[in-house]
């Protein structure tokens, strides 16, 4: 049942607002000393069992974590917020860019297939994101919902992964800025406003002050108030919607229905290859689901803002792709500036200036949204002490994690200083679609299993179909990307994932949502896994790399830190529920 909270006055004292002690930073009994942290060390295997497969609870993330906070994030956001937040943050430079590069390499006139299909696949994500920000209405996100069902260690490793990706990507973002700032100055040198130093090593002596100004500025906004932000991100995606819907028109007014033959230049292969792509222009709505805690009616807000948005982005993407393929042959198209190229070639050579300006503008309302929603990350994360909990502090005069978003600043603008985007672009989105792929999980583990209530012989074929189902997935990815195109390999693959899936659906439901839930449970989130799980199989290896290397430097800290300081807190507030029951 969705428990939603009105912190009215502050939840603590504000006299630790100003503390910069160990006991801010580590309070935590494992850490009061040297002896005692040795002894906590000592503990480690058992430590780790206990934490391994703790689950939290919707009452804990909801009441006890958001103490930690001191003062309440201030609750002031709508449906209509949250859309435009949405759409301001997913809707970026991207569809500029990307578009015209896949539908001349990959798709041709059927791009606008390759964004339905990854429209599909990111609205089933948002479908089980919004069950759990309208249960759980928390700043966490993923996080959050990962901690309840899936287990501490898990979200940990989610959460950490997606939060660096979420820094060196705003770092890669201001980057892209300073960068088209100064291409559409010079056009010949997109590092106009950038500083050599010989001294450095290559890829990271390029120094851009424009990207670190940027993010200065729009993590700034972020941290002055949430409705201010809402407010700015709403006029600015106005005017960037105002620049869509003119590219719309022109785009049929002047296009040519024989510019769409062949329509599958390159087969179905093409369109799903063009889809792995272009799927990362749907990213970033993950963030505005953070913003559920400052949401006025989440079962209402959550619902309307982040589904309504989704459907309405994938159909602006679709007519955005089909205007460009009529405008333009898509043998012509030019992969670098697409859109303008475009206008020139219709006699319409001032438009472009729009285009730039809309490009611009998406980049800076993602790096907006993404400051709100990277704070709100780390804002849960340290009320759990997994990092220090000076981190969860809400400031009392503007009421947002000012400490949260300054680290992420402090990080984000270090990176954009130094690293080039060659270096960036190598730290990419394998996360993304894990913790996507994680979200379905866990929504089908709320669904098909509550704890001392689900009968052990229903957990196990549940946990059976669950591991068929998942299993099935790497299947059709595994042959659809050894190049098999036997109908026989996929019904040897797909036929599995059909009957777990169907195993699911024959097994009795533990929770039922009360007030809005993802339709087609369990079909709809096996989907979900198959799909993300599709398209994790398209990335390189550097990014299967990359996320074990992560991942191990974070365990390394969670073994060391985490682990000892989300143990102690556990157990005192096991202790503190102990002694207000009684004897």
């Given at each position: 049942m969705a428990v939603e909270t009105e912190l009215e006055t502050p939840l603590r004292g504000t006299s630790c607002w100003h503390q910069w002690n160990k006991q801010a930073f580590f309070p935590e009994p494992s850490f009061e000393s040297t002896t005692s942290y040795k002894s906590a060390l000592k503990q480690t295997y058992p430590r780790l069992k206990n934490r391994l497969f703790s689950r939290s609870t919707d009452a804990t993330e909801l009441i006890t974590l958001q103490q930690e906070s001191k003062q309440p994030l201030q609750k002031c956001l709508t449906w209509w917020d949250l859309t435009w937040l949405c759409f301001g943050s997913v809707v970026g430079s991207g569809i500029f860019v990307i578009t015209g590069q896949e539908a001349k390499k990959h798709a041709g006139p059927a791009i606008v297939l390759s964004y339905l299909a990854s429209g599909l696949s990111a609205l089933l994500s948002a479908f089980c994101y919004t069950e759990f920000a309208v249960e759980i209405p928390v700043a966490g996100g993923s996080f959050s919902f990962l901690r309840v069902e899936l287990g501490d260690f898990v979200a940990y490793i989610a959460a950490g992964n997606i939060l660096l990706e979420a820094v060196v990507g705003a770092a890669g973002l201001a980057r892209s800025w300073s960068s088209y700032l100064a291409s559409m100055i010079d056009s010949n040198n997109?590092?106009?406003?950038?500083?050599?130093?010989?001294?450095?090593?290559?890829?990271?002596?390029?120094?851009d002050p424009v990207a670190v100004l940027i993010l200065l500025v729009c993590n700034g906004i972020a941290m002055s108030g949430t409705r201010r932000s809402s407010w700015l991100n709403w006029i600015s995606s106005i005017v960037s919607s105002c620049v869509i819907v003119f590219v719309i028109i022109v785009g049929f007014v002047h296009g040519k229905t024989t510019n769409l033959d062949p329509f599958l230049?390159?087969?179905?292969?093409?369109?799903?290859?063009?889809?792995?792509?272009?799927?990362?222009?749907y990213t970033g709505f993950d963030m505005v689901a953070?913003?559920?805690?400052?949401?006025?009616k989440p079962s209402r807000d959550i619902p309307i803002g982040l589904v309504g948005s989704m459907c309405m982005i994938t159909a602006v993407y679709c007519l955005m792709a089909l205007a460009l393929t009529m405008m333009v042959k898509y043998t012509e198209i030019d992969m670098n500036a697409a859109y303008s190229i475009a206008f020139r070639q219709i006699g319409m050579n001032w438009a472009k200036y729009l285009v730039s300006v809309c490009a611009l503008k998406g980049m800076t309302t993602?790096?907006?949204?993404?400051?709100?929603?990277?704070?709100?990350?780390?804002t849960q994360i340290a009320r759990a002490h997994m990092i220090p909990p000076w981190f969860a502090l809400v400031h009392p005069k503007t009421q947002t994690p000012i400490n949260a978003t300054l680290l992420v600043t402090t990080l984000s603008t270090i990176i954009a200083l130094f690293s080039s985007l060659n270096i960036l672009s190598s730290v990419?989105?394998?996360?993304?679609?894990?913790?996507?792929?994680?979200?379905?999980?866990?929504?089908?583990?709320?669904?098909y299993y509550e704890k001392d209530v689900t009968p052990k012989n229903n957990l196990v074929k549940f946990l059976v179909c669950l591991t068929v189902v998942v299993a099935s997935s790497i299947g059709i990815t595994a042959f659809w990307n050894s190049n098999g195109r036997g109908w026989i390999g996929y019904v040897v693959t797909i036929a599995p994932w059909f009957l777990g899936t169907l195993g699911m659906a024959l097994l009795p439901k533990q929770r039922?949502?009360?007030?809005?839930?993802?339709?087609?449970?369990?079909w709809l989130p096996s989907l979900s896994i198959a799909m993300n799980l599709f398209l994790i199989g398209s990335l390189g290896y550097l990014a299967f790399l990359r996320f074990i290397?992560?991942?191990?430097?974070?365990l390394v800290y969670y073994l060391l830190v985490g682990l000892h300081a989300t143990y102690d807190v556990a157990h005192q507030n096991q202790e503190k529920s102990n002694n207000e029951e009684g004897p």
């Open positions: 997109s590092d106009l406003l950038r500083f050599k130093v010989d001294c450095f090593a290559d890829g990271f002596n390029l120094l230049p390159y087969g179905t292969e093409g369109v799903f290859e063009a889809a792995a792509v272009v799927y990362w222009s953070t913003m559920a805690e400052e949401t006025k993602s790096l907006l949204v993404g400051s709100l929603g990277q704070a709100r990350y780390t990419f989105s394998f996360s993304t679609l894990s913790i996507f792929m994680l979200m379905a999980v866990a929504l089908l583990v709320r669904r039922v949502p009360k007030l809005w839930g993802v339709p087609l449970v369990p290397i992560c991942s191990a430097v974070m």
